[in-house]
């Protein structure tokens, strides 16, 4: 009795689930960073961007189709694009199968979507409604490209030293800056020493336009080292001297597996380090020049830059 009456309610009130479709679109974009998720196009129009106009468009033919009540006609052409879409969403659903990997996101909105062809389907012959799906199953198998985007929620930062210090070190640095190289194994030669004490982050400030290729190829490689701060700072001079040579990225990636030292590729994740970890730490500490050192003592925060007062300031930190 509950269920029927809800369907009959729906029925009244269809609006409500393309409505709810194009909401949940906009509300998993907000965790997109968060969850696994689709990225695709279909003819290339993003397949977010393509979710909501189809389902806007299906929202303002119910609200017209409401007004011209009882326009038959109306309800049969709302069936038939539905129809059409319960093709599209199977291969949708088809590509998260394959790939092992859910949406949140679009299965929400796939369960509304096809709760209204449900309520819908009655309009039309069942023979037209097969063939409609098939149509919309054919057409985005050839117009549909995806990919899988994986969740980063989880990721580590890229920390060094010990675990369960108190005191941390956090190095900004840019591979093409001639003073970061300058210091930059006075501050290795001190990190190594101390790391038993500190946590040791090092943060790469993007000022030079090749700095975020240097910048991946420092994390492909600590992917695999994993908090070796041995092997990071192997891999620092390596870039610091492949920068002097303007080397690409290419050259670099060759340069650090000729020196044994393995690297995973992995773009997206290096990017979501950069746009959480680096973009948070260079707002905290306002750093707009490089080098700089930001030391964490006791509760108290504070920034030295320029090499003379960030050697002094290691110096210090490693007699105690």
């Not at 269809?14 to 974009?29: K, R």
């Not at 005191?167 to 790391?195: A, G, M, W």
Request: glycine share 6%; charged share 20%.
């Amino acid at each position: 009795m509950h269920a029927s009456r809800v369907v009959i309610v729906l029925r009244n009130r269809l609006w409500i689930l393309p409505a709810l479709c194009i909401l949940t679109i906009v509300i998993g974009q907000l965790c997109a960073a968060k969850c696994s998720f689709i990225q695709g196009d279909i003819l290339g129009i993003d397949l977010n961007v393509f979710g909501i106009l189809f389902y806007s468009m299906l929202l303002i033919s119910v609200l017209v189709q409401r007004k011209l009540n009882p326009e038959d006609w109306l309800m049969k052409t709302i069936a038939a694009i539905v129809s059409v879409g319960v093709g599209a969403e199977l291969v949708l659903i088809k590509f998260q199968v394959e790939n092992s990997v859910y949406c949140p996101k679009c299965l929400i909105s796939g369960f509304f979507f096809l709760v209204m062809f449900f309520l819908v389907a009655r309009h039309l012959k069942k023979w037209l409604i097969i063939l409609l799906i098939a149509a919309g199953l054919l057409f985005t198998s050839f117009t549909f490209s995806g990919s899988i985007i994986p969740s980063y929620g989880d990721v580590l930062e890229p920390q060094f030293g010990s675990d369960k210090a108190q005191d941390e070190i956090i190095i900004y640095s840019d591979y093409f800056c001639p003073h970061c190289r300058k210091i930059d194994q006075q501050i290795n030669t001190v990190l190594v020493k101390i790391k038993d004490k500190v946590r040791i982050r090092f943060v790469d400030v993007p000022l030079h336009p090749k700095s975020l290729e240097y910048a991946e190829a420092f994390l492909y490689a600590w992917f695999v080292s994993g908090n070796n701060i041995e092997t990071a700072v192997k891999v620092r001079e390596l870039l610091f001297d492949a920068a002097i040579k303007n080397t690409d990225q290419a050259g670099v990636i060759s340069l650090l597996t000729s020196k044994n030292i393995q690297v995973k590729y992995d773009k997206e994740k290096a990017r979501s380090i950069f746009r959480g970890f680096y973009n948070e730490s260079l707002k905290k500490d306002k750093v707009n020049a490089t080098p700089a050192v930001v030391i964490v003592k006791d509760g108290e925060r504070k920034k030295y830059v320029g090499g003379i007062d960030i050697i002094k300031a290691l110096a210090e930190l490693s007699s105690l």
